[in-house]
């Protein structure tokens, strides 16, 4: 029920930007419902990772932006780490499903 | 510093029903939509459920009609029971926080996850 598309996978060098797109439609992103974003690092929970499209919590490095147009949100990570190797996912709200809904998970690779 | 218990049977037989609970330790119980949230093993994210300290229960549509979340206010705790399993309902049973700002709704905390398997 993955209404919200990103990437399978980006990848990049220690030090470079990698971009995370969340693509939605007019019943969620589009319709004015925010995105926020998780990190999950392998074998663990997910963990909020930004909030109202652009926000950060308590403990995020400011690595980690997030930006909101249209239908669709981004994720940016800035000098990349190899501990920022995990999964990302966004998630909004859809009023036609009536439910919260999440990205397809977007798999980041430190190469 | 709040936290999230969670506990169940990891192992069911098609046709049982699912029984999760989640405690919350260290914090208060209301203001706040309590969460079911489920990741079927190598794949994405999917919402159960919510409930907040009032008893107002909210569904994911496409599970409505064999789930049930509740509250035991006295012991901050919420549950969640699923009828009718499928092997299809496999996955890591996530409990989880919902925060709101400005009437934006996301999952601030969550907790460690179980694994329920169905399989005959």
């Known amino acids: 029920q993955s209404v919200l598309t990103q990437p399978p996978s980006v990848s990049g060098a220690p030090g470079q930007r990698v971009t995370i797109s969340c693509t939605g439609s007019?019943?969620?992103?589009?319709?004015?419902?925010?995105a926020h974003w998780y990190q999950q690092l392998p074998g663990t929970a997910p963990k909020l990772l930004m909030y109202?499209?652009?926000n950060r919590p308590s403990g995020v490095p400011d690595r980690f932006s997030g930006s909101k147009s249209g239908i669709s949100a981004s994720l940016a990570i800035t000098g990349l780490q190899a501990e920022d190797e995990a999964d990302y996912y966004c998630?909004?709200?859809?009023?036609?499903?009536?439910?919260?809904?999440f990205g397809t998970g977007t798999k980041v690779t430190v190469l | 510093q709040v936290q999230l218990q969670q506990w169940g049977a990891g192992l069911l037989k098609p046709s049982e029903t699912l029984s999760l609970t989640c405690a919350v330790y260290?914090?208060?119980?209301?203001?706040?939509?309590w969460t079911w949230i489920r990741q079927p093993p190598g794949k994405g994210l999917e919402w159960i459920a919510e409930?907040?300290?009032?008893?107002?229960?909210n569904y994911n549509p496409s599970l409505k009609s064999r789930v049930t979340i509740s509250l035991d206010t006295s012991k901050n705790q919420f549950s969640l029971r699923l009828s009718s399993v499928t092997a299809a309902d496999t996955a890591v049973y996530y409990c989880?926080?919902?925060?709101?700002?400005?009437?934006?709704?996301?999952?601030?905390?969550w907790g460690r996850g179980t694994l329920v398997t169905v399989s005959s």
């Open positions: 989880a926080r919902g925060e709101e700002v400005a009437g934006h709704w996301y999952f601030d905390l």
């Open positions: 260290g914090g208060s119980f209301s203001d706040y939509y």
């Open positions: 409930i907040n300290h009032r008893g107002s229960t």
């Open positions: 007019s019943s969620n992103i589009g319709a004015g419902y925010d």
């Open positions: 109202g499209n652009s």
């Open positions: 998630q909004s709200y859809d009023s036609s499903l009536s439910a919260y809904v």
